[in-house]
T-cell receptor, first 113, second 112 residues
Framework: DVKVTQSSRYLVKRTGEKVFLECVQD?????MFWYRQDPGLGLRLIYF???????EKGDIPEGYSVSREKKERFSLILESASTNQTSMYLC????????????FGQGTRLTVV | EDQVTQSPEALRLQEGESSSLNCSYT??????LFWYRQDPGKGPEFLFT???AGEEKEKERLKATLTKKESFLHITAPKPEDSATYLC?????????????FGTGTRLTIIP
């Protein structure tokens, strides 16, 4: 069974902390994505990566960075967490190509207090 | 500007009452339209991909259709277990850019 695994289901962090969200996929997918999901706003793309050490900004990259040192792992970093980054974070991966569907992790509910 | 709009935002149906969800898009160069189902507290789960106007896909009580401007997800004789948020997403024909752009979803509730 294909799997995208996010390291935490729930996280509570303090304002100003550096936060790491980890995502691992076991499908040998080239593309990996980080989205955040907020009520009324849907899924918004933060960053994506189409290869190891490659990254592209999505629609809302401000306040975030990413790291992809290995093909199977894609990390989202909040350099200095703020309360407006409280959200559900979803990682996804796809094979390269137009006709490939995205597989999602179970999500990380992050609360910044 | 590329846009994906889903309607209605929320829909409550009696068990067995058929209906349709809408996903309209204004994008330049559609490569594919994807439907996902999302249960509370979980990640989206893939349902269908549609590539060209006139195409249809079916799975159990769900049927997805595509025109040049919109897609419909038809639900026939739904059951309570079909309750979920349904998301549509588009992939655009930008070379080297394989990201998916999502709508805000329709929250479907089936009442027994």
């Amino acid at each position: 069974d294909v799997k995208v695994t996010q390291s935490s289901r729930y996280l509570v962090k303090r304002t100003g902390e550096k936060v790491f969200l980890e995502c691992v996929q076991d499908m040998d997918h080239e593309n990996m994505f980080w989205y955040r999901q907020d009520p009324g706003l849907g899924l918004r793309l933060i960053y994506f990566s189409y290869d190891v050490k490659m990254k592209e900004k999505g629609d809302i990259p401000e306040g975030y960075s990413v790291s992809r040192e290995k093909k199977e792992r894609f990390s989202l970093i909040l350099e200095s967490a703020s309360t407006n980054q409280t959200s559900m974070y979803l990682c996804a991966s796809t094979l390269r190509g137009w006709n490939t569907e995205a597989f999602f992790g179970q999500g990380t509910r992050l609360t910044v207090v | 500007e590329d846009q994906v709009t889903q309607s209605p935002e929320a829909l409550r149906l009696q068990e067995g009452e058929s209906s349709s969800l809408n996903c309209s898009y204004t994008v330049s160069g559609l490569r594919g339209l994807f439907w996902y189902r999302q249960d509370p507290g979980k990640g989206p789960e893939f349902l269908f991909t549609l590539y060209s106007a006139g195409e249809e896909k079916e799975k159990e009580r769900l049927k997805a259709t595509l025109t040049k401007k919109e897609s419909f997800l038809h639900i026939t004789a739904p059951k309570p277990e079909d309750s979920a948020t349904y998301l549509c997403a588009v992939r655009l024909a930008n070379f080297g850019n394989e990201k998916l752009t999502f709508g805000t979803g329709t929250r479907l509730t089936i009442i027994p």
